[in-house]
């Protein structure tokens, strides 16, 4: 069983800046790609980036590159999503997400995760 809680979401204006943080707890968490996944209102859930298991390496959907980055902490087992320049369509449910396989580099299918956290809510305004 694996835990992973979100947190950090909240109202900004656009062009604001916002960390949300994901604590893990129950497994290996170092031996595991981490991702970012949101569910704008109305629409499908949609990734939004991936860590590498060992952290070295990161990728994001285009919509949001060059603009959120992701980082972990496997001494602290935590993993962060640094949201730049918001934008109104950033908001969404964000929630993270732990790759069922290890050593990999995470994936923008979200059949691939088996853990995900309760999701924290981004809103950002006009």
């Known amino acids: 069983q694996v835990q992973l809680v979100e947190s950090g979401g909240g109202l900004v204006q656009a062009g604001g800046s916002l960390r949300l943080s994901c604590a893990a707890s129950g497994r290996t968490f170092g031996n595991h790609a981490m991702a970012w996944f949101r569910q704008p209102p109305g629409k499908e859930r949609e990734f939004v980036g991936a860590?590498?298991?060992?952290?070295?390496?990161?990728f994001y959907a285009s919509s949001v590159k060059g603009r959120f980055t992701i980082s972990r902490d496997n001494d602290k087992n935590t993993v962060a999503l640094q949201m730049n320049s918001l934008k109104p369509e950033d908001t969404a449910v964000y929630y993270c997400?732990?790759?069922?396989?290890?050593?990999?580099?995470?994936?923008?299918?979200?059949?691939?995760?088996?853990?995900w956290g309760q999701g924290t809510q981004v809103t950002v305004s006009s």
């Open positions: 997400a732990s790759q069922r396989r290890e050593y990999s580099y995470g994936s923008s299918f979200d059949e691939e995760y088996d853990y």
């Open positions: 860590i590498k298991w060992n952290g070295d390496t990161t």
